[in-house]
C-alpha cells in the first residue's frame, strides 16, 4: 500500500515528462532556428502564418495556445524582420491582421528542411508517432477555451 504523498511524487505526474519533452523539443529546434534567427516561438508563429497567409492575432493565437500578451512581441519582433505585416481590420478596427510578406515567403523555403531535420531527433516509428501526436491533441481538447 502506497503512502498518501505519492500523488505528489513526480514519477505520478503526467505533467513532468510532458513538460520535460517540451523543454529537450525546443532546445533541440535551437540549432535549426539560429542560422534563420529565429526562436521557437517565431517559428511555430511562422508555420501558421506561412500556412493561412493572412490571419487574425485572435485565431493565431488560438491555434498556437498563446494569449496576445505573448503573441504582441513576438509579431513585433516578426514584423521588425520584415516577414510580417500588422495592420488594422476596414471591417473591424479592433481586429489586428497579420499578412504574410515576400521576404517572410522567402523565410519559408529556407525553413523547409527543419522538421526533416528535427524528426531524426525523436526516435518513434511512424505508428507511434501518429499515436503521440493523436493523444497529445487528445489533451489539448480536454481544456475548454478561456473566453
Avoid at 506561412?50 to 504582441?72: F, R
Avoid at 523547409?112 to 516509428?125: D, H, N, R, W, Y
Avoid at 499515436?131 to 481538447?141: D, M, V
Amino acid at each position: 500500500m502506497g503512502d498518501k504523498y505519492d500523488c505528489l511524487k513526480i514519477s505520478n505526474q503526467l505533467c513532468f515528462p510532458l513538460y520535460a519533452c517540451s523543454k529537450e523539443i525546443v532546445k533541440r529546434y535551437k540549432p535549426y532556428l539560429d542560422p534563420i534567427d529565429l526562436t521557437y516561438t517565431q517559428y511555430i508563429t511562422m508555420m501558421v502564418v506561412w500556412e493561412e497567409k493572412e490571419i487574425t492575432v485572435k485565431a493565431l493565437g488560438d491555434k498556437l495556445y498563446l494569449d496576445s500578451g505573448t503573441l504582441t512581441p513576438v509579431l513585433k519582433k516578426l514584423e521588425q524582420k520584415g516577414y510580417v505585416k500588422r495592420s488594422r481590420s476596414k471591417d473591424d478596427e479592433r481586429n489586428l491582421i497579420i499578412t504574410l510578406t515576400d521576404e517572410g515567403l522567402e523565410l519559408k523555403k529556407q525553413a523547409c528542411e527543419i522538421p526533416a531535420k528535427m524528426g531524426q531527433c525523436v526516435k518513434l516509428s511512424p505508428g507511434e508517432t501518429e499515436q503521440l501526436y493523436s493523444l497529445l491533441y487528445k489533451i489539448l481538447g480536454c481544456f475548454p477555451e478561456e473566453n
